[in-house]
Antibody, heavy 119, light 108 residues
Framework: EVQLEESGGGLIQPGGSLRLSCAASGFSVSDNYMTWVRQAPGKGLEWVSVISSGGRTYYADSVKGRFTISRDNSKNTLYLHMNSLRAEDTAVYYC?????????????WGPGTLVTVSS | DIQMTQSPSSVSASVGDRVTITCRASQGISSWLAWYQQKPGQAPKLLIY???SLQSGVPSRFSGSGSGADFTLTISNLQPEDSATYFCQQARAFPSITFGQGTRLEIK
């Protein structure tokens, strides 16, 4: 069974850094496109970043240069390193796996972890 | 960026009814469209991909149609558990996927 579990969220001051982790089970993160999507409180869904099975990384303009997606194949874990955090980065962050064979559609989601950027 | 616009923003219907939600892309996206269901406090769930392909395990009362810029999600024989917010999402501009603003479905 495919499972994803995020951790690492919390309250952080503007300008601070945070690392989110996403532990995967039931499949290998290295074999799939893995995506981070966020949702501000009471708002819609916003794509943040994706890493391909080959290791190529892509970012939304709103986080480019501040966030870094990575993975540890030995730990079967996905990460999102977030620097220079802003109030507008406050959101629930979801780790997700794209549909096998059809990147761009998100098949499996973790429960999410809340990041609050506030002084 | 490709903008996705859903209508209506909210809808109320009764058990057994049929509901249709519309999604319009700011430019043609062929059939690169997905629909998700999100219940309060939960992560989204993939319902439909490639505009009309039903994701495994999703009840057949959910169906999707459309191509180009205009798409619909239809829920037939509405059930109480269908109360949720529904989002469309384009994958044409992958990796820069974008979502609609959501449609809240209330069961009377």
């Amino acid at each position: 069974e495919v499972q994803l579990e995020e951790s690492g969220g919390g309250l952080i001051q503007p300008g601070g850094s945070l690392r989110l982790s996403c532990a995967a089970s039931g499949f290998s993160v290295s074999d799939n496109y893995m995506t981070w999507v966020r949702q501000a409180p009471g708002k819609g869904l916003e794509w943040v970043s994706v890493i391909s099975s080959g290791g190529r990384t892509y970012y939304a303009d709103s986080v480019k240069g501040r966030f870094t997606i990575s993975r540890d194949n030995s730990k079967n874990t996905l990460y999102l390193h977030m620097n220079s955090l802003r109030a507008e980065d406050t959101a629930v962050y979801y780790c997700a796996r794209d549909l096998e064979g059809i990147a761009g559609y998100i098949e499996s989601w973790g429960p999410g972890t809340l990041v609050t950027v506030s002084s | 960026d490709i903008q996705m616009t859903q209508s209506p923003s909210s809808v109320s219907a009764s058990v057994g009814d049929r509901v249709t939600i519309t999604c319009r892309a700011s430019q043609g996206i062929s059939s690169w469209l997905a629909w998700y269901q999100q219940k309060p406090g939960q992560a989204p769930k993939l319902l439909i991909y490639a505009a009309s392909s039903l994701q495994s395990g999703v009840p057949s009362r959910f169906s999707g149609s459309g191509s180009g810029a205009d798409f619909t999600l239809t829920i037939s024989n509405l059930q109480p558990e269908d109360s949720a917010t529904y989002f469309c999402q384009q994958a044409r501009a992958f990796p820069s996927i974008t979502f609609g603003q959501g449609t809240r479905l209330e069961i009377k």
